[in-house]
């Protein structure tokens, strides 16, 4: 009898140990996408921003299409830089799980 109940204590013990585990791994898995999302979300928003800025511009002084080039290729590496200062800033905070 004292066999029984020192095998289900250790199946609870395992159990729980199990379910913080998954528990754990989905948390991780929603952060690394919303991690995912702000990033992507930050390089697309300095390339339409500064494209827009560029489209503006040009219908302003009439000099199509050299300023939208030229504010695209600026958006580009902004965006680049932000997300680079981001991956950065999650990383000293923990954010990013090594594995």
């Known amino acids: 009898m004292k066999r029984f109940e020192k095998i289900t204590t250790r199946l609870k013990i395992a159990k729980n140990k199990i379910s913080n585990k998954n ?5 991780s898995n929603v952060a690394s996408l919303g991690s995912a999302l702000k990033i992507s979300t930050e390089l697309v ?4 921003v500064s494209s827009t800025f560029g489209f ?5 002084f009439g000099t199509k299409p050299w300023l939208i080039i ?3 290729f600026i ?6 830089l932000n997300v680079i200062r981001s991956a950065k800033s999650m990383n000293r905070k923990g954010y990013i799980i090594k594995k």
């Open 23 to 27: 528990y754990q791994n989905d948390r």
């Open 45 to 48: 928003a300095a390339v339409v």
């Open 56 to 60: 503006i511009l040009d219908n302003w």
């Open 70 to 72: 030229t504010f695209f």
């Open 75 to 80: 958006g580009v590496v902004t965006g680049i």
